[in-house]
């Protein structure tokens, strides 16, 4: 029926009806009012296909007309003529000269219909609008509540008023002032990086202090504007409703669209302006907040403290809306991005508000979680940057964790079996079975309880302090271990009242690690398996330690920095005989095999350079006057091969300078070969 007119199609519609009574949309409207059309008379000639043609409106625009078009035809009332309408907007007219439209009679009579309808029934006291229809009701009653309802700002303003939004009301407010104070306004009030006085005193040639008085009575004026009772006043109101305690800008315009629009005298948004000049709220990063950022932060504060549990865990759930106006799904969007700006570290529907230490994250964590958790996983979750040595190592200093596997930890309040190491399930299983128990039962009861492999529990059970024959396990009647001495030990030599020990500094010395030491060192402090001893130093106490299969070096970091050793060089670590401790450099001098041999076995003193055969010899225990050979021979047997191989270089000077080169080996000679064979 492209070709029919809107005449043909709706024979019956009255052509003096205006457009404005249609039930249509806005964007109906504002096509009619550009094409000049303001009765059913003016598109009565036009065929449908125009219609369709017209500007900025589609199909479905076209479809909502032509079903108004066809309940306007439908209703063959007559429409009454035009009278004078105390309603109708003024248009620069006086009030005598106002004229009724159809529109402002057909409101009186659909309320008056509604009215008489419900006191008919019965229900004299019931709203005409905002709740549903009375059960039966006729069509003229449901056609004249559809109307009311419909009726949006466009029916009520003239279509100069249309664009008269928050922006446009302001830039009229603004354009009230002198240019002067419009560009002070623009560029200290309401701009992003104000200027000083100082700056626009220059730009104006006046003084800072007439900048100053300039700002403070525009800025009055404009406040004194916001409070005229006018729609400025009622779109302020509205917004300090909306703001509520916190609210995100982007909702902020998304419920009031026009607060984006630009006033184009100062060349900022609509919310600037008022923020800026309303000092009940404050809008910065995106968030708009009652009275400041920092107080609704603060707020937000008291209020987690008043819901969290003794780990510092809130619920999101228990927090509730952050805002009232906001929907569901919105309000918790909104929520978990108010948290994260403020700082806090967010745990799926958790919120951690205690966060001092790793150790109070870590308990929120597992408090959570509800079940023990292995340290990656509580890493993982952590929220900040950590090593996992360090968390761990802050879990196993507090006693609100317990180790319940060989990496799982949970909460001591759990009352779970602390996990202690496969040593200590060794000790538990063997005191169990009375002294002994088979190594394939050990196996099987520790394997399957905690996160140990079967290969580990062999390595245990056939290390002190137990022992396993003919597949039992028990502990060890005696040290069945014999321990390497000392003399026999690679790297550690005897200087004078002290034993030192040669080490390669690494990376992870200066990080503060601990380091393995021979069994000798354990020989020579006295120490059994399982215990820690203390040694005094110029930087407080050093520890050894011997709880694992072999004894370590507690950190000696400190000693490293305070000495300024770098990584890869060479350093003594000294146990001296009163049970002190302290480390030296190792300085090697030029290129001499015979001078670095006696570097790198600790020997810098003047007599042990003054007779280095006598000073290699006591260092591994020999007697004074081995021959070289002896010497060599002694250092590449206990493991020196450094060394060794340095004084085959200087076999020729080593046996000179101590007297002992011989045209045929001695019997003494013979036999300490055969020893050392």
């Known amino acids: 029926m492209t070709r029919w007119t809107i005449g043909q199609i ?72 035009s009278q004078p309408n105390p309603l109708a907007p003024d248009t620069g007219t006086s009030i005598g000269d106002k004229q009724q439209t159809w529109w402002g009679h057909s409101v009186v009579e659909d309320m008056s219909l509604l009215a008489s309808w419900h006191a008919a029934l019965g229900v004299p006291e019931r709203p005409l609008l905002g709740i549903g229809l009375l059960p039966g009701a006729p069509s003229d009653v449901i056609k004249a509540r559809q109307r009311l309802e419909a009726i949006n700002s466009t029916d009520v303003l003239d279509p100069a008023q249309y664009d008269l939004d928050v922006a446009s009301l302001l830039q009229n407010r603004i354009c009230e002032l002198d240019p002067r104070a419009q560009l002070i306004l623009a560029r200290r009030l309401f701009a992003d990086r104000p200027q000083t006085l100082d700056e626009l005193s220059r730009t104006l040639d006046v003084t800072r202090e007439r900048v100053r008085q300039i700002e403070a009575k525009a800025r009055s004026a404009m406040v004194d504007s916001l409070g005229r009772g006018d729609t400025l006043e009622l779109v302020g109101s509205t917004v300090r409703d909306l703001v509520g305690l916190v609210l995100p800008l982007t909702d902020l315009l998304e419920f009031l669209p026009a607060l984006g629009h630009t006033v184009k005298p100062v060349a900022q948004p609509a919310w600037r302006i008022l923020d800026r000049l309303d ?49 569901d799904a919105a309000g918790r969007r909104a929520l978990r991005s108010w948290l994260l700006y403020c700082g806090y570290t967010l745990d799926g529907e958790h919120v951690l508000v205690k966060t001092h230490s790793v150790g109070d994250r870590a308990a929120a964590i597992l408090s959570i979680a509800g079940s023990p958790m292995a340290s990656q996983e509580i890493l993982d979750r952590l929220g900040v940057e950590r090593t996992l040595g360090s968390l761990k190592n802050a879990m196993a200093a507090d006693e609100r964790f317990e180790r319940v596997d060989r990496d799982r930890w949970a909460l001591a309040e759990w009352g779970l079996q602390t996990y202690g190491g496969v040593r200590a399930l060794l000790r538990e299983e063997i005191a169990r079975g009375a002294g002994q128990v088979a190594l394939e039962d050990l196996i099987e009861r520790i394997t399957g309880r905690y996160s140990v492999t079967a290969s580990s529990v062999v390595a245990y059970a056939n290390a002190a302090p137990f022992e396993t024959k003919a597949g039992v396990v028990r502990l060890a009647i005696t040290d069945r271990y014999v321990r390497k001495s000392p003399e026999r030990t690679r790297r550690l030599f005897r200087h004078d009242s002290q034993w030192s020990y040669r080490i390669t500094v690494t990376k992870e010395h200066l990080r503060g690690s601990g380091s393995v030491a021979p069994v000798a060192i354990a020989s020579l402090l006295g120490m059994q398996h399982g215990e820690t001893r203390h040694l005094n130093s110029d930087l407080g106490p050093q520890s050894v330690s011997w709880v694992g299969p072999q004894p370590t070096f507690g950190t000696i970091r400190r000693f490293l920095i305070a000495q300024d050793f770098e990584i890869g060089s060479e350093a003594m670590l000294a146990l001296r005989d009163d049970g002190s401790f302290h480390i030296e450099h190792v300085v090697a001098r030029g290129t001499d095999p015979l001078e670095q041999a006696l570097a790198l076995a600790g020997i810098t003193s003047a007599e042990g350079l ?26 590449r047997e206990r493991g020196d091969e450094d060394i060794a191989d340095l004084l085959t270089l200087a076999k020729d000077r080593l046996e000179h300078v101590s007297g002992a080169r011989q045209s045929e080996p001695s019997v003494a000679d013979i036999d300490e070969i055969l020893r050392l064979l």
């Open 279 to 327: 000092d009940c709220y404050e809008i910065e990063d995106d968030w708009c907040a009652s009275p400041t950022i920092a107080g609704a932060q603060s707020a937000t504060l008291t209020r987690l403290q008043e819901l969290a549990d003794h780990y510092g865990v809130v619920r999101l759930e228990d927090i509730g809306a952050l805002n009232a106006h906001q929907s």
């Open 610 to 635: 003054k007779a280095p055969h006598v000073a290699l010899a006591r260092a591994i225990l020999l007697p004074e006057n081995s021959p070289a050979v002896s010497i060599i021979g002694g250092y």
């Open 10 to 81: 709706f024979p019956c519609i009255p052509p003096q009806l205006p457009l404005t009574a249609l039930s249509v949309n806005t964007r109906a409207r504002n096509a009619f009012a550009r094409m000049g059309y303001s009765l059913v008379s003016d598109v009565l000639p036009m065929e449908l296909g125009e219609l369709l043609g017209l500007p900025n409106i589609g199909v479905g625009t076209v479809d909502l007309i032509l079903r108004a078009l066809a309940d306007a035809s439908a209703n063959t009332e007559t429409m009454p003529p």
